[in-house]
Every structure is written in structure tokens, then in C-alpha cells.
């Protein structure tokens, strides 16, 4: 993408903020909504200088010592922790299972 | 007793000038008298640190490295039926069911644990303000920050709350607090420490680290916590060196590289000063000094903020109101249990974070923003191997400015981010560095001393660090409480 269109897709509105929330599933007034949109408008802007770092040819880098593919034997090992997991939910549980509300 | 140091504390109880139990009652006490005002525990563990002081007792036994030796935990590390609450609402009632690996070698190695200690909510910040709990006060002067996240983790060696602490760093928060609250703090390379139940950040940097009253103590803990872990598939076996043969007090034969964009513009002169007298001092011991430049710092800001956030983004997304921590009572269908849930239980950062990062990943500004900002990663990795052909290590501020006061940024995020300048470059490289205390400003706060090193070359910060320690006397400099 140019440069031009960059700068036009990063500027951000109050429904951007609104739709990124959604999609964080995160709830956000209008109130939120006015405050958050300054302060990300802000860091977005910023990391825009990254443009000027020439990266063409450069692999991107996430492991960063070097490092995959890490295996180990497929051995079975007893843990019992299901029950101590499932005490965790705030949610109810029944027949080890948890129970949720309604999807729709 | 409580003032001592690991080493010194361990020929005390093996000389038995006190026992176990009267040392970590000694501490307990001094927690109750201080803690009110620096607010440095979330939790204290007062029954667990006895029963595992009279277990040291009565076996009489100090033979392991850090038998008896009572410290806490950055309360982001998993402790088995001890709650770990991340800062946070969300997490503010759960307990653990099992412990992160490295609290179980600090159990093998005979620590006693005395409390879980204060952070910014989930570690994001550079204050200890983001804690749900309330923000940790800086023992020098309870008006400032202690810097963070490891703010509780630094308060409580800085205050003789504990001998060590456990904190962690993800773009500098062991070595920043280590700074303003005038104690030592290691970032160990990544990989280094298993992150196995540490409460995670940004999975391609968390590290976790000793915070201690010396650098002799932060080489005899990373000796216990440090290794390759079957729980952690980012650790590696590299072996783990005996640091305590790093422990010269001279510094003959070994080249410091000063980055000049570590002194610029934005660093207050009364930091820059102090480390340019303790580069006086360490080239006294030996060292042989030289400039170096590393051109891609003033990128490492908006580079690690967007790949920090990103990460951070997809890692909490577990918090979703069903399986473990805090639910709405507010909602009726499913979707709603997760918005309601998140939106109740995240503070401010935690959200600024959550929303930066799901706009770098989400579709049409992945290329322009993660993958730009990981290949600017690779870059910044590679200037830094450059740099390590030419000297051992690096010399630097940690903070580029003084302790601020509490309040002075917390409304202003990208302020707050600009902190961690001079931190975060280690963390994009996956390197090691070590926070020293250097000086004191006129208005009498502490300035720190950044030593940085190559993947898996903590013994070299140990050497440097140690030999400075040795020959200044910043390290014995005690706030008035």
C-alpha cells in the first residue's frame, strides 16, 4: 500500500474505535469511546516513523534466540487437575461440564 | 538483621546468630510497620513463610543456595493455593492450582516466600499506577513513583521488606524500578528463566529476574531459577554457567561500548552524568572504553508498543468471564458474558492495549503495522549483534530521566511509553541487561545503571556490575523510612 492511502486508513474515528472494541470484545461507551480515540490516534501516528526504516528483504523476526520446532517424547502422564480446573469458573458447573447462557 | 544481603544472611543463620523463624518474623514485622505507606505487597503470606521457616528450623540445614532466605514474588507468578492477581479485577479472587516453575526451583533452593508483590494491571506500565490495588510508593520519597511494573517487586528490596524479590520484564520493568528505587535488577536473556506460570504479556519478550541488594545476590538467584524446563519450549540448553566465577572485582581486558543515542537528546543531564562517572570509575578497574552507535534506537518505542500490544492482544483474550477469573452478573446471552466480564474486569492500559493491538493485527494494517514492526525487530537484532563484536558490553542510562510523581503521566499514555526509551531495545534483541544503583540527584533520588550483554552473556553483566559495586558505595545508600 502507498504511503497516501496509509495515512488515510489510519486516521481513526470514534466508530473505528467502537469497531476495534467489538472485535476485542470489549465494551465501550460513548464516553470511552471519545476518550480512547485521542490517545490511540496518538500512538498509531507515532508508529508511522517505522516507514522510514528500509526493511526490503527482511525477514520478520517473532523467536527471537533462534530457536523452533522444540520436540519432546509423546508420553501420557496423569495430572488430575480437571476438577481443580473446572472449580475455577465463575460460571455453573454441571456433570464436569460448565454451563454458559444462551448463544443467541 | 533485616539490612543483609543473601550472602551475608546465609553465614548468619549457618553461624546461628538468629534463627529462621526469628529472621522472616523480623521481616513480617517490618512489612507491618512499612506497608501502610509504600504499599508495596498485595499479599502477604505470613502463615506459609513461618511453616517453611520452621521446616528450615528444624532441619537444620542451610547447605541449599538460598536456604531460609525469605523473599517475595511479582504477584504475576502462579503460586499453588496462594492468590495471584495480576493487579487486576479480573484476577483479583484467583488461586493458582499450581506453581510457576520457577517458584518451585526457588522452593527447592530453600527460599522462603513472605507475600506476593504490587504491578501495573497484567505488568503494562512504568509506574505501578495501573494497579488495580493502588500504586506502590517510592521509598526515597513517598510523593514519587517507584517506577514499574515491578514497582512492589523494588519497593520491598529497597525498604529491607525482603531480601530478594522476583519481578519481571517485558520493555524494561525489572531494570526501571531497579533504578528508581536504588537496588540491583536483572533482565536475564530471553529463554533464560522459564516463563512457565508467569501471567503473560508479550510471549516473545516476558523474561523474569531477581531484584536484590547486590550483584553477588542476583548471580546466586539466576543460579537457582536459570536452565532449560520441560514445561517451557522457549527455554534452551545453553548451559548455565557458574556465575559466581564472574565475580572479579577488576576489569582488565574487557571493552564497554557507550551508545551514543543512549546520551542524546531526552536524557536529563544529571543521569547522563552520574553514568559517565561510573564509566570513570570502571575504567579505573581496567576497562578499556569505546563509542559506539546503535541508529535504530529511536525506533525501538513505537516498534515494541506494537508488537508488546499485538501479543498482548491475543494473550488476553482468555479472559472471557467462563473458565477462570472475574464474571459479569449483567448479562443474559453468551457474547454479552464476555464483553460485560472484560469491560468490568480491565483497567484503562489493559484496554488501550488490548484495542492497539487487535488494530494491528485486524486486516489491511497487519502488513503496515506487526510485520513492519517485526522486521524493524530484525534489524534492531542484528545492529546489536554488530555492536557485541566490538566490546563485551554496553553502558547506559536505564531510565533516561529521574523518578517522576505520582499522577505527573498517568493521563498521558505516550509519555508514559517514551519511559521505557532506553529499556525496551533489549527486549526487541531478546539480550541481557543489568540495572546497578550509580547515584542520587540533589533532590535525592536514585539514578541506575544500565550494563547490557548478548544473548546468554549474564556472567559478563555480573563481572562488570560486581567490579563497579565493589569500588562505590551507591549500593549501601538506604532511603529514611
Known amino acids: 500500500m502507498d504511503s497516501n492511502s496509509n495515512d488515510n486508513q489510519s486516521k481513526l474515528t470514534k466508530a473505528d474505535v467502537k469497531r476495534i472494541a467489538h472485535l476485542a470484545k470489549l465494551e465501550m461507551s460513548e464516553e470511552d469511546a471519545e476518550k480512547f480515540l485521542p490517545q490511540l490516534q496518538q500512538i498509531v501516528d507515532n508508529a508511522k516513523m517505522l516507514e522510514e526504516v528500509d526493511t526490503s528483504n527482511i525477514e520478520p523476526i517473532a523467536q527471537i534466540t533462534g530457536i523452533d520446532n522444540m520436540v519432546y517424547a509423546d508420553q501420557i502422564e496423569t495430572q488430575n487437575l480437571a476438577s481443580l480446573l473446572l472449580a475455577q469458573s465463575p460460571q455453573t458447573i454441571e456433570k464436569g461440564m460448565i454451563k454458559v447462557n444462551n448463544i443467541l | 538483621m533485616i539490612d543483609l544481603s543473601i550472602k551475608k544472611t546465609q553465614i548468619a543463620l549457618r553461624d546461628k546468630k538468629f534463627t529462621c523463624t526469628e529472621l522472616t518474623q523480623s521481616y513480617l514485622d517490618r512489612i507491618k510497620q512499612t506497608d501502610e505507606t509504600l504499599n508495596a505487597f498485595i499479599t502477604v503470606t505470613e502463615e506459609v513463610a513461618l511453616r517453611q521457616a520452621k521446616k528450615i528450623d528444624e532441619a537444620g540445614d542451610f547447605s541449599s543456595p538460598l536456604s531460609g532466605i525469605p523473599m517475595n514474588l511479582k504477584d504475576v507468578i502462579c503460586t499453588d493455593g496462594i492468590k495471584t492477581t495480576a493487579a487486576s479485577k479480573m484476577l483479583e479472587n484467583f488461586t493458582p492450582p499450581y506453581n510457576a516453575h520457577l517458584y518451585d526451583r526457588l522452593l527447592d533452593g530453600g527460599a522462603i516466600l513472605l507475600g506476593k508483590t504490587?504491578?501495573?494491571?497484567?505488568?503494562?506500565?512504568?509506574?505501578?499506577?495501573?494497579?488495580?490495588?493502588?500504586?506502590?510508593?517510592?521509598?526515597?520519597?513517598?510523593?514519587?513513583?517507584?517506577?514499574?511494573?515491578?514497582?512492589?517487586?523494588?519497593?520491598?528490596?529497597?525498604?529491607?521488606?525482603?531480601?530478594?524479590?522476583?519481578?519481571?520484564?517485558?520493555?524494561?520493568?525489572?531494570?526501571?524500578?531497579?533504578?528508581?528505587?536504588?537496588?540491583?535488577?536483572?533482565?536475564?536473556?530471553?529463554?533464560?528463566?522459564?516463563?512457565?506460570?508467569?501471567?503473560?504479556?508479550?510471549?516473545?519478550?516476558?523474561?523474569?529476574?531477581?531484584?536484590?541488594?547486590?550483584?553477588?545476590?542476583?548471580?546466586?538467584?539466576?543460579?537457582?531459577?536459570?536452565?532449560?524446563?520441560?514445561?517451557?519450549?522457549?527455554?534452551?540448553?545453553?548451559?548455565?554457567p557458574d556465575y559466581s566465577e564472574f565475580l572479579k572485582e577488576d576489569l582488565t581486558g574487557m571493552t564497554l561500548g557507550l551508545p551514543k543515542e543512549y546520551f542524546g537528546e531526552g536524557v536529563e543531564k544529571e543521569v547522563s552524568d552520574a553514568v559517565m562517572e561510573a564509566v570513570d570509575v570502571m575504567k579505573k578497574l581496567g576497562a578499556t572504553i569505546v563509542e559506539v552507535s546503535l541508529p535504530l534506537t529511536k525506533y525501538?518505542?513505537?516498534?515494541?508498543?506494537?508488537?508488546?500490544?499485538?501479543?498482548?492482544?491475543?494473550?488476553?483474550?482468555?479472559?472471557?468471564?467462563?473458565?477462570?477469573?472475574?464474571?459479569?452478573?449483567?448479562?443474559?446471552?453468551?457474547?454479552?458474558?464476555?464483553?460485560?466480564?472484560?469491560?468490568?474486569g480491565f483497567g484503562d492500559e489493559v484496554k488501550r492495549a488490548i484495542m492497539l493491538g487487535t488494530y494491528a493485527l485486524s486486516a489491511g494494517y497487519y502488513d503496515a503495522f506487526y510485520l513492519k514492526a517485526a522486521k524493524v525487530r530484525a534489524l534492531m537484532k542484528q545492529e546489536f549483534e554488530e555492536v557485541f563484536q566490538k566490546c563485551d558490553a554496553l553502558i547506559a542510562p536505564v531510565s533516561p530521566i529521574l523518578p517522576f510523581k505520582i499522577g505527573e503521566k498517568s493521563n498521558d499514555p505516550m509519555a508514559m511509553y517514551m519511559v521505557d526509551v532506553l529499556s525496551t531495545p533489549i527486549n526487541l534483541a531478546g539480550i541481557c541487561g543489568l540495572s546497578v544503583p550509580a547515584g542520587l540527584s540533589a533532590s535525592g533520588l536514585p539514578i541506575g545503571m544500565q550494563i547490557v550483554s548478548n544473548q546468554f552473556e549474564e556472567g559478563k553483566l555480573f563481572q562488570v556490575g560486581h567490579a563497579f559495586e565493589k569500588a562505590t558505595e551507591w549500593h549501601l545508600k538506604k532511603p529514611q523510612l
Not at chain 2, 500490544?309 to 467462563?322: F, M, P, V
Not at chain 2, 449483567?330 to 468490568?344: C, N, P, V
Request: charged content about 20%; hydrophobic content about 30%; proline content about 6%.
Open chain 2, 118 to 240: 504490587n504491578t501495573d494491571e497484567f505488568t503494562m506500565g512504568s509506574s505501578c499506577e495501573n494497579s488495580y490495588f493502588g500504586s506502590s510508593r517510592n521509598p526515597w520519597n513517598t510523593d514519587y513513583v517507584p517506577g514499574g511494573s515491578s514497582g512492589g517487586p523494588a519497593v520491598s528490596v529497597a525498604a529491607d521488606q525482603s531480601v530478594f524479590s522476583i519481578g519481571t520484564d517485558t520493555g524494561g520493568s525489572i531494570r526501571q524500578p531497579a533504578s528508581f528505587c536504588s537496588v540491583v535488577g536483572l533482565k536475564p536473556t530471553y529463554g533464560r528463566v522459564p516463563r512457565h506460570g508467569c501471567i503473560p504479556y508479550a510471549s516473545s519478550f516476558d523474561t523474569s529476574g531477581p531484584m536484590t541488594k547486590t550483584v553477588e545476590d542476583a548471580a546466586l538467584v539466576l543460579q537457582v531459577i536459570a536452565g532449560q524446563s520441560m514445561k517451557d519450549a522457549t527455554t534452551v540448553d545453553t548451559p548455565v
Open chain 2, 300 to 344: 525501538a518505542i513505537p516498534t515494541y508498543y506494537i508488537l508488546a500490544k499485538s501479543e498482548a492482544s491475543t494473550n488476553l483474550s482468555r479472559y472471557d468471564g467462563i473458565k477462570y477469573g472475574h464474571a459479569t452478573d449483567q448479562a443474559k446471552e453468551l457474547e454479552e458474558i464476555y464483553m460485560k466480564s472484560r469491560s468490568e
